[in-house]
């Protein structure tokens, strides 16, 4: 069984630029959230996919946006890259609320630095 | 609103001691579940329990046990004759059952050191 892969490991950008995270999901799991982590604090949800679908979304502005593909692998997507979003980015999936399984098994992040 | 607490930012111990790592939760739900994560130093957030609100019985895992009260609404953890691998930031994490959306809101963690 294939756990959550996230890439790339490292990015650096400039500020005002767009960045591209990827995440394959763990086998047999049909959904995705995405959380940012600031250091030193806990992980902060960005919003989830549910079979293709945002089911979900915390408290980020729209230039955060994303994708989930029919594999159930996803993106997260960065307009307009500020200094604050800076942070490791963590990916996790689960089976969905119809299937009964609420664990979410965690990738190894991105870790982003936005200068 | 949904809020998780862990109080303790940093503990440190020496190896063998026992350890227990409190969580405090806030919520306005009746099904609601309750989590464990650790996190070593290379990032990746290693699931360690889940708990649903309906189920108040105490679980034990080989050295890790955890105290789930809803009276007080807390969540704790209790690792038992601590070594050097425990050595990791802990996150205790909140998701409701009822909003659709399965999303965690995260403690601020507790940083354990295991010293030798």
């Known amino acids: 069984e294939t756990g959550v892969t996230q890439s790339p490991t490292h990015l650096i950008k400039t500020r005002g630029q767009q960045v591209t995270l990827r995440c394959s999901s763990q086998?047999?799991?049909?959904?995705v959230s995405w959380y940012q982590q600031a250091l030193g604090q806990g992980p902060q949800f960005i919003f989830q996919y549910y079979r293709e679908e945002e089911n979900g979304r915390g408290n980020f502005p729209p230039r955060f946006s994303g994708l989930q593909f029919p594999n159930y692998s996803s993106e997260l997507n960065v307009n307009a890259l500020e200094l604050d979003d800076s942070a490791l980015y963590l990916c996790?999936?689960?089976?969905?609320?119809?299937?009964?399984?609420?664990?979410?098994?965690f990738g190894p992040g991105t870790r982003l630095t936005v200068t | 609103a949904q809020k998780v607490t862990q109080a303790q930012t940093e503990i440190s111990v020496v190896e063998k001691e026992d350890v227990t790592l409190d969580c405090v939760y806030e919520t306005r739900d009746t099904t609601y579940y309750l989590f464990w994560y650790k996190q070593p130093p290379s990032g990746e957030l290693v699931f360690l329990i889940r708990r649903n609100s309906f189920d108040e019985q105490n679980e034990i895992s080989g050295r890790y046990s955890w105290n789930f009260q809803k009276s007080t609404s807390s969540f704790n953890f209790t690792i038992t004759a601590s070594q050097v691998v425990d050595s990791a930031v802990y996150f205790c994490?909140?998701?409701?059952?009822?909003?659709?959306?399965?999303?965690?809101?995260f403690g601020t963690g507790t940083r354990l050191k295991v010293l030798a």
């Open positions: 994490a909140l998701s409701e059952g009822t909003s659709g959306t399965y999303k965690y809101i």
């Open positions: 996790a999936s689960s089976l969905g609320v119809a299937e009964g399984t609420y664990e979410q098994y």
């Open positions: 086998s047999g799991h049909n959904t």
